[in-house]
T-cell receptor, first 113, second 113 residues
């Protein structure tokens, strides 16, 4: 149990466009979702924490207007990368706390060309 | 923000050798998790340590939680090529009244056959 489904797994987009990444909790209610970004061969860097029904909390240095996070329901949190640029290319992954610990999405590889 | 510093950052060893990875913080953690991550995938939980001084074994992997719960170590005996990957410690930190799940800086292990 406690599965987080993340989509898409890979996306290639043009500079200037927006990309939405979804994380759905399949068999539990995720009141909190952590969003991470990971550069090649580096650790996971926490970008923001989303809480259902309230505004997300962003980490220092993360642009709120660029990385829009919505957590409108207990089973869905989304991260939208707006006006994407090549430097936004990265691996994005979500995680939610559960009774069993923290469960992770499978990640999204974003490439901006 | 609480930080989890891992050392070494990178380790390349021959098959059969032993190694230890360290995870250190200036803050106390109620528990720490250790993960292994393969490229393009989410982290896979190896173990959770909760009690100060606790030692847990998972086949050839031995995990220890420091007495003060500020540090942890992962020791691998007789490393195998299949142990290659990114090893991450993680724990719940608190900053500005917000709880967040943060990862260590990571240790990239490469075991050569």
């Amino acid at each position: 149990g406690a599965v987080v489904s993340q989509h898409p797994s890979r996306v290639i987009c043009k500079s200037g466009t927006s990309v939405k990444i979804e994380c759905r909790s399949l068999d539990f209610q995720a009141t909190t979702m952590f969003w991470y970004r990971q550069f090649p061969k580096k650790s996971l860097m926490l970008m923001a924490t989303s809480n259902e029904g309230s505004k997300a909390t962003y980490e220092q240095g993360v642009e709120k207007d660029k990385f829009l996070i919505n957590h409108a329901s207990l089973t869905l949190s989304t991260l939208t990368v707006t006006s994407a640029h090549p430097e936004d290319s990265s691996f994005y992954i979500c995680s939610a706390p559960t009774t069993y610990g923290y469960t992770f999405g499978s990640g999204t590889r974003l490439t901006v060309v | 923000t609480q930080l989890l510093e891992q050392s070494p950052q990178f380790l390349s060893i021959q098959e059969g050798e032993n190694l230890t990875v360290y995870c250190n913080s200036s803050s106390v953690f109620s528990s720490l998790q250790w993960y292994r991550q393969e490229p393009g995938e989410g982290p896979v939980l190896l173990v959770t340590v909760v009690t100060g001084g606790e030692v847990k074994k998972l086949k050839r992997l031995t995990f220890q939680f420091g007495d003060a719960r500020k540090d942890s170590s992962l020791h691998i005996t007789a490393a195998q090529p299949g142990d290659t990957g990114l090893y991450l410690c993680a724990g719940v930190g608190r900053a500005s009244g917000t709880y967040k799940y943060i990862f260590g800086t990571g240790t990239r292990l490469k075991v050569l056959a």
